[in-house]
């Protein structure tokens, strides 16, 4: 069921489109022969694990004039994610991506993005700014601060959010082929970070945001930005989670892997629920870690995420999970 988008609990900004993933795994794409089509985008695919727990979302997001611009409306909905904040734009084509896929850990992705992508187009004035200030959650990427007219319209929405109660979450989300030059990035991803009061990336993404990749001192930097909830994900190693009075390690939940491409926005999805939910802060973490891996063992993204009671099983079935607590002393 597709909530109405004038009130919506979670509101994502950022990429969306369509994922042709590959129906055959091990083999490079000149080989494939059959493809599945996806609804992607990871923002996007946030607002649908956000979605699957229950909550009310919406994007903000572009698609272009055509038949998987449609498409894309079509699958939100279909999966429980207003759109209308949408925008459509006759000027460029929704962006599809392709991968390949070799468990257990190489992905490589594919963006079909040239010369621009409609998400990049959002303007200030598409903004919805009293839907986005009254969000109990609301998730930026840093792909959307990479082009104009796209950072603009980021930053309108981050000055909406001045003085909301709500969780104000950046997936730190570098990715060097959208960039013009890994200084750009570095300049406006670490800008964000006085306005949100949770991050979340892996090593290579905290080193652009604050030029660290220890994961401790990634942790302790996103923190002294005015970061409230720093998370850095390991990989194989787990997660580290870091607040003002805790240090959270949260070792990784073994599975099969298929497709670990789905698996950062399970996390950030299942995160949001988790706040939303009051639960604190290791359990949170838990939850997200454990949710990720789930969706990791599937081929798709969007409509592979977990719902609460899949993820719960999981937890309770592998104490050798269970988040490691310190109380930090300063």
């Not at 789930?294 to 009671?309: D, F, K, N, Y």
Request: some cysteine.
């Amino acid at each position: 069921m597709v909530h109405s988008a004038q009130h919506p609990e979670v509101i994502s900004i950022g990429r969306s489109g369509v994922d042709i993933y590959p129906l055959q795994t091990g083999i490079s794409l000149e080989e494939v022969t059959t493809f599945g089509k996806f609804l992607g985008g990871s923002p996007t695919n946030v607002a649908v694990a956000a979605a699957k727990m229950g909550h009310s979302a919406a994007v903000i997001t572009g698609v272009g004039d055509d038949p998987f611009g449609n498409f894309v409306r079509l699958e939100m909905r279909r999966l429980g994610v207003a759109d209308d904040f949408v925008i459509t734009t006759p000027n460029f084509k929704t962006p599809v991506t392709f991968c390949e896929i070799f468990p257990p850990d190489t992905f490589p992705l594919y963006f079909y993005r040239e010369p621009s992508a409609p998400d990049l187009q959002l303007r200030s004035q598409d903004i919805p700014i009293e839907a986005v200030h009254n969000a109990k959650a609301f998730l930026l990427s840093g792909t959307g601060l990479s082009a104009e007219p796209s950072r603009s319209a980021h930053w309108t929405a981050l000055r909406a959010r001045m003085g909301s109660p709500g969780w104000t979450i950046a997936d730190l989300d570098y990715r060097p082929m959208f960039w013009d030059s890994e200084e750009i990035a570095q300049r406006e991803i670490s800008a964000i970070l006085s306005h949100v009061n949770v991050a979340v990336g892996n090593k290579e993404e905290c080193r652009i945001a604050v030029g660290e990749t220890e994961p401790d001192r990634a942790a302790d930097a996103l923190l002294e930005r005015g970061v409230k909830l720093a998370i850095v994900k390991q990989g194989p190693k787990g997660t580290l989670a870091k607040t003002a009075e805790e240090r959270i390690e949260v070792p990784v939940t073994h599975v099969e892997t298929l497709n670990g491409l789905g698996a950062g926005d399970s996390f950030g999805g299942s995160l949001i629920h988790a706040l939303l939910s009051g639960w604190d802060i290791p359990k949170a973490i838990h939850f997200a870690s454990t949710a990720g891996a789930i969706v990791s063992s599937r081929l798709e993204c969007s409509t592979a995420m977990a719902t609460e009671s899949e993820v719960l099983h999981l937890m309770a079935t592998r104490p050798e999970t269970n988040p490691k607590v310190q109380k930090r002393s300063w």
